[in-house]
């Protein structure tokens, strides 16, 4: 194995310092953002205040800083290997070791752990039950991919899709807080649409084209009893469907995006 490849099998081993570093971000941030920010501040002042769900500004800016970090570093790390793995074999899709993939599965792993406790620190913003469950979930599923498992569909699952949550990290922003999208009207529209394009081409067409195949080759070890944990095979099923599930539940708040597109550009 390349130098660079056991470099990241041995990143992915560090997942609790992430997890930690993750907490420590949010610990951190908005108190510096208080700090050097002062409340007279014509555009920032916003920052000592609520979103208009009522979570305190400065810890929910510094959450959506943390979370696009992040999904930033997946989406690229992702997009930069994908086309190297479509030469994979069916079976090595599911039990090839990717370290590339191993460290995804290990920062997906942090994140999540950091998203659900965030859960109960931001529950205005960030406490709606799915979204708990989703987090949850997520987290053990990416538990399961470091053993190793299913490193191609990770690649897709937890990196290539993430692509959508790059623009969505800005539309949040603005939405929830009035001030800083009256700075950045224009940004704004545009990022609304990069997210509406990107999120129907990636999760509701892209999407069920992977998770399609995955569930053929499921079934297939199911069949012939050649999985490596029938549990974990059929938690990933039942998974796959429950966040497809979750997204399309989100087409409804992507529908009202779209009318907020069509006029916020008039």
Same mark, same amino acid.
């Given at each position: 194995?390349?130098?660079?490849?056991?470099?990241?099998?041995?990143?992915?081993?560090?997942? *609790?310092?992430?997890?930690?570093? @993750?907490?420590?971000?949010?610990?951190?941030?908005?108190?510096?953002?208080?700090?050097?920010?002062? #409340?007279?501040?014509?555009?920032? #002042?916003?920052?000592?205040?609520?979103?208009?769900?009522?979570?305190?500004?400065?810890?929910?800016?510094?959450?959506?800083?943390?979370?696009?970090?992040?999904?930033?570093?997946?989406?690229?790390?992702?997009?930069?290997?994908?086309?190297?793995?479509?030469?994979?074999?069916?079976?090595?899709?599911?039990?090839?070791?990717?370290?590339?993939?191993?460290?995804?599965?290990?920062?997906?792993?942090?994140?999540?752990?950091?998203?659900?406790?965030?859960?109960?620190?931001? *529950?205005?913003?960030?406490?709606?039950?799915?979204? #708990?469950?989703?987090?949850?979930?997520?987290?053990?599923?990416?538990?399961?991919?470091?053993?190793?498992?299913?490193?191609?569909?990770?690649?897709?699952?937890?990196?290539?899709?993430?692509?959508?949550?790059?623009?969505?990290?800005?539309?949040?922003?603005? #939405?929830?807080?009035?001030?800083?999208?009256?700075?950045?009207?224009?940004?704004?529209?545009?990022?609304?649409?990069?997210?509406?394009?990107?999120? @129907?081409?990636?999760?509701? @067409?892209?999407? *069920?084209?992977?998770?399609?195949?995955?569930?053929?080759?499921?079934?297939?070890?199911?069949?012939?009893?050649?999985?490596?944990?029938?549990?974990?095979?059929?938690?990933?099923?039942?998974?796959?469907?429950?966040?497809?599930?979750?997204?399309?539940?989100?087409?409804?708040?992507?529908?009202?995006?779209?009318?907020?597109?069509?006029?916020?550009?008039?």
């Amino acid at each position: 194995m390349p130098v660079k490849g056991i470099v990241y099998l041995q990143m992915a081993r560090l997942w *609790p310092f992430y997890f930690m570093f @993750f907490l420590s971000l949010q610990f951190v941030l908005p108190r510096m953002f208080r700090l050097c920010i002062s #409340k007279d501040s014509t555009n920032w #002042k916003w920052l000592h205040g609520t979103t208009k769900s009522g979570s305190p500004a400065a810890e929910y800016l510094s959450y959506l800083l943390i979370s696009g970090g992040i999904v930033v570093f997946c989406s690229l790390l992702a997009v930069e290997h994908w086309s190297d793995l479509q030469t994979l074999s069916m079976h090595d899709r599911l039990y090839s070791t990717v370290p590339e993939a191993q460290l995804l599965a290990a920062v997906s792993l942090a994140y999540q752990l950091y998203n659900f406790v965030v859960c109960f620190t931001l *529950p205005n913003d960030c406490g709606q039950l799915e979204q #708990k469950f989703h987090h949850a979930t997520t987290a053990l599923l990416s538990y399961f991919v470091m053993h190793p498992y299913a490193h191609y569909y990770a690649f897709f699952f937890v990196g290539v899709a993430e692509l959508t949550n790059v623009p969505l990290t800005l539309v949040d922003a603005c #939405k929830a807080f009035p001030g800083l999208r009256t700075m950045i009207p224009t940004l704004n529209a545009c990022t609304r649409i990069v997210f509406a394009l990107s999120f @129907f081409a990636i999760r509701l @067409f892209w999407w *069920p084209y992977i998770s399609y195949q995955f569930w053929l080759q499921s079934i297939e070890l199911l069949q012939n009893n050649t999985a490596h944990n029938n549990y974990v095979v059929f938690i990933f099923l039942v998974s796959n469907v429950s966040v497809f599930l979750f997204v399309v539940c989100f087409v409804v708040d992507v529908g009202g995006l779209l009318w907020v597109i069509e006029h916020s550009l008039r």
